[in-house]
C-alpha cells in the first residue's frame, strides 16, 4: 500500500480508534473486538511498553484484510523508525516533529502530528505533512476546526481528545476527515470488557455511516 492509498483509506474510514492497554494481551484483545466490530484503522499507541510488538502481531493477523495498524503516541523519529520495522503503516504525535516527519517521508508512510494554532498547521503542511492530527480536540471545540478550514479550505483534520458518541457527528460537520476516539474503548479494556468494545465500535460504524 503506497502513501496516498493508505491516506485515502482513513479518510475513506473515518474513524481510528486508539489502543494503549497496560499489557499486550489486553491490547490485542481490545484492537481485535474493535475489528470485530467494524473498525477498520487502529492506532497502537507508545504509551503501552509493547507497542512495536502489538503492531507486529496485529499486522500479521489481519495481513489478508483491509485493516490498517499505526502508531500513536510516537515523540520522536527513533520510535517512528520502530514502529514502521513493525508493520505500522501511519504515524501519529501529539506534537510536530521535523525529524520525525522527515523519517516518515523518507519511508513513504503518513505522518499524522498533532497541532492546534494555525502556525503549527501550517508549519506541519510546509513539511510535507498531508493530514494533521487536531489535538486536544475537546479544549478547542468543533467552531475551531471550522475556523481553521475557512482559513486553509484544503486542510484534512483528524480530530482527538474528547470526541463520543454524542459529539462525533459535530466534527465532521465542522470540516473534520476523520476521529480519533480511545477513552471509552480503553476504559473497557481495563476492565476486561471486550463485548462491549464490539457493541461500542458497532454504534460508531453506525453514527458514522448509518449502516
Known amino acids: 500500500m503506497t502513501k496516498s492509498e493508505t491516506i485515502s483509506q482513513l479518510l475513506a474510514e473515518k474513524i481510528v480508534v486508539v489502543i494503549r492497554g497496560t499489557s499486550q494481551k489486553e ?3 481490545a484492537a481485535r473486538a474493535c475489528i470485530e466490530g467494524g473498525i477498520k484503522v487502529i492506532e497502537v499507541a507508545y504509551t503501552n511498553p509493547q507497542a512495536s510488538q502489538i503492531i507486529e502481531c496485529l499486522t500479521k493477523v489481519y495481513a489478508s484484510q483491509e485493516i490498517i495498524i499505526g502508531a500513536g503516541t510516537v515523540l520522536d523519529p527513533q520510535t517512528a523508525r520502530t514502529a514502521i ?13 521535523s525529524q520525525t516527519a522527515k523519517l516518515c517521508h523518507g519511508n513513504l508512510i503518513p505522518y499524522l502530528p498533532g497541532c492546534m494554532t494555525p502556525t503549527e498547521v501550517t508549519r506541519a503542511l510546509e513539511h510535507g505533512c498531508d493530514l494533521l492530527k487536531i489535538f486536544p480536540a475537546a479544549s478547542l471545540g468543533p467552531s475551531h476546526i471550522s475556523s481553521l478550514k475557512a ?4 486542510l484534512q483534520l483528524m480530530v ?3 470526541v463520543n458518541l454524542y459529539n462525533a457527528k459535530d466534527w465532521f ?3 473534520a476527515s ?4 480511545g477513552g471509552e474503548f480503553n476504559k ?3 476492565q476486561g470488557n471486550y463485548d462491549a468494545i464490539t457493541e461500542m465500535a458497532q454504534k460508531y460504524h453506525k453514527l ?3 449502516d
Open 208 to 210: 458514522i455511516f448509518n
Open 188 to 190: 473497557l479494556a481495563s
Open 160 to 162: 482527538t481528545g474528547g
Open 85 to 97: 520495522l513493525a508493520g505500522a503503516k501511519f504515524i501519529v504525535s501529539p506534537a510536530f516533529s
Open 178 to 181: 476523520l476521529i480519533g476516539i
Open 151 to 154: 482559513a486553509l479550505p484544503h
Open 173 to 175: 460537520k465542522a470540516g
Open 27 to 29: 491490547a490485542l484483545q
